[in-house]
């Protein structure tokens, strides 16, 4: 991804460091964060320093090289950072394989993380045909860069149809709490292309008045009934696409569908602090008496969705 015209990965290995661009800080100040340790992995993971699911993947195959003389124990470690993306568990297994049967374990990781960016490139070919010129794309969260180390998932088209000249517009939901559509519309704006953040409740009014052509968001975890886990607010966009007629689609790697979960039910849905919904930034933005409630994901029945785009094509149900 290009940031002020250089070109950036979301995480990256350095000797024997792993250095993640600090998402905390985005888009606001551009900070890197240094992890040493498979400890500093799993504290990136759950603080939410490197976040969206092929990425989490990413760090925990770093985690366990890094983790690699106890790999019992990185392991241990990892798998309870943040129990909703399949990619971290994906990773981890694949990582106790490639310690057992590979001399350079950090290979082996890099070996991953390569296989997960030419993955989303792939998704970005493939989803390319589903972009007309002239089209509204709406997206909620972040599934760019940032959440897959390079191109994205639900963004990688968008990139591509960019790159070649097609007009587009862009509606990113702010995705509160954490307000992960701004640093979708971070990664827009780095790359140039025309969009506009939109309050989570205006998703419906704009497909309403139809000026959303398609929408497309990425997964945290795909069902084998095709039932998926993304953050939250993504059913009542689907839900209303649905309403309204507007095409809905999944961009997710193969790393992202767990073969073991059959329907959506079964997906753990993460409940994360009070303090992401009462502080913006470390800033109170409500009283101390609030009682809230933060679920950092939902499922949307496998009947809303159009198409999964994949690494291997665009897959229907
Ligand atoms: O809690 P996050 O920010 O790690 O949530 C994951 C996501 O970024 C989204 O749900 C995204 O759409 C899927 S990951 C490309």
Redesign the pocket.
């Known amino acids: 991804m290009k940031i002020n015209g250089r070109e950036y990965r979301s995480l990256w290995q350095d000797r024997d460091n792993i250095l993640f661009i600090d998402q905390r800080k985005l888009p606001f100040s551009f900070e890197i964060f240094t992890a040493r340790t498979v400890k500093d992995v799993a504290f990136a993971i759950k603080e939410?320093v490197v976040?969206?699911?092929?990425a989490?993947g990413a760090a925990a195959a770093y985690g366990m090289a890094l983790g690699e003389k106890n790999p019992k124990q990185s392991a241990k470690l990892l798998r309870l950072t943040?129990p909703t993306?399949y990619d971290l568990f994906y990773a981890v297994d694949y990582m106790i394989q490639a310690i057992d049967q590979t001399k350079n374990v950090f290979d082996a990781a890099s070996t991953y993380v390569e296989t997960i960016i030419s993955h989303c490139k792939n998704i970005g070919e493939h989803g390319e045909s589903l972009i007309k010129d002239n089209m509204t794309i709406l997206t909620?969260?972040?599934?760019g860069a940032l959440?897959?180390v390079d191109y994205?998932?639900?963004l990688a088209p968008l990139r591509n149809v960019h790159k070649k000249k097609k007009k587009i517009f862009v509606f990113t939901d702010e995705t509160r709490p954490?307000l992960?559509g701004l640093l979708t519309a971070w990664e827009l704006s780095q790359e140039g292309i025309p969009h506009a953040l939109i309050p989570d409740n205006a998703a419906g009014y704009y497909m309403r008045k139809k000026e959303v052509d398609i929408v497309i968001?990425?997964?945290?975890r795909i069902a084998v009934n095709g039932d998926f886990a993304?953050?939250i607010g993504?059913y009542e966009k689907a839900v209303c696409a649905k309403e309204n007629n507007i095409p809905f689609y999944v961009a997710?790697p193969q790393s992202t569908f767990d073969p073991q979960i059959k329907t959506g039910s079964q997906i753990i849905i993460e409940e994360r602090t009070k303090q992401e919904v009462t502080e913006i930034q470390g800033k109170a933005i409500m009283p101390e008496w609030v009682m809230v409630k933060n679920p950092?994901?939902d499922i949307t029945p496998s009947k809303y969705v159009t198409g999964y785009i994949t690494e291997k094509g665009i897959l229907k149900k």
């Open positions: 939410m976040r969206g699911a092929p989490i943040r993306a909620h969260c972040n599934a959440a897959t994205g998932t639900a954490r992960q968001v990425g997964a945290d993304n953050k993504t997710a950092a994901f």
